[in-house]
């Protein structure tokens, strides 16, 4: 059972234009939404987070907003670099009351590629 | 280095035959979570240690697999009579926070290289 899906599987930008990818959830459990950006050969690295008793954070160039009557969260790049080219993933963990670790349930990912 | 180590980087097994993978959390860390990922999808879990602890291990695709953590630092995945389908990245990811916290506190994971296992 997919609990977090993922959209789109691949986007392209222009150097300097927004990326936006979105995931939707299922599990209203869920209380820590982090993004991930993986390089090839590499492992997954924490972008950025959120918890959803706030609507949006924003960390430099990279934002997310969240709507929890929707099940919804989004990532948005602003001024997307050729560097930013990489694949992404959401994820969804329940962080606060676990009893089994805060184990992270991935989206499918998103291959992003910026072109100069 | 600070980060989570993992070896082999690349393995390549026959068909049936026994592996075992290796990692090496950040000091420190008592979460340890192996994930599977397979070739363009999201990694998926397959277990969980706190300290040398195997808390959830339901994950674990069929009893070929078995992961362990003997001293709460070095964990192994050993997948018995490997088969074709076997055929993934093994990642480890380490955390410093167990259960029972009850603070919002960062409960970031970092994620290993990976281990890139191809079953021929």
């Known amino acids: 059972q997919q609990q977090v899906k993922q959209s789109p599987q691949s986007l392209i930008v222009q150097k300097g234009g927004i990326s936006i990818i979105n995931c939707a959830y299922e599990?209203?459990?869920?209380?820590?939404f982090p993004w991930y950006q993986q390089f090839p050969g590499k492992g997954p690295a924490l972008l950025i987070a959120?918890?959803?008793?706030?609507s949006e954070k924003k960390e430099g160039r990279f934002t997310i907003s969240f709507n929890k009557s929707a099940k919804q969260f989004s990532l948005h790049i602003m001024d997307s670099q050729p560097g930013d080219s990489a694949t992404y993933f959401c994820a969804a963990s329940i962080e606060v009351g676990e009893t089994s670790g805060s184990r992270l349930t991935f989206g499918e990912g998103t291959q992003l590629t910026v072109n100069p | 280095g600070a980060g989570v180590s993992q070896s082999p980087r690349y393995k390549v097994a026959k068909r049936g035959q026994d592996v075992a993978l290796r990692c090496d959390p950040i000091s420190g860390h008592v979460s340890l979570f192996w994930y599977q990922q397979a070739l363009g999808q999201g990694p998926e879990f397959l277990t969980y240690f706190q300290n040398e602890a195997q808390l959830d291990k339901s994950g674990l695709p069929s009893d070929r697999f078995f992961a362990e953590r003997p001293e709460g630092s070095v964990s192994t995945l050993k997948i018995q009579r490997t088969q074709q389908e076997d055929s993934a990245v093994y990642l480890c990811a380490s955390s410093l926070v167990g259960i029972g916290w009850r603070l919002r506190l960062n409960t970031e994971a970092f994620f290993g290289q990976g281990t890139r296992l191809t079953v021929v």
């Open positions: 959120i918890r959803p008793d706030v």
């Open positions: 599990n209203t459990a869920f209380d820590y």
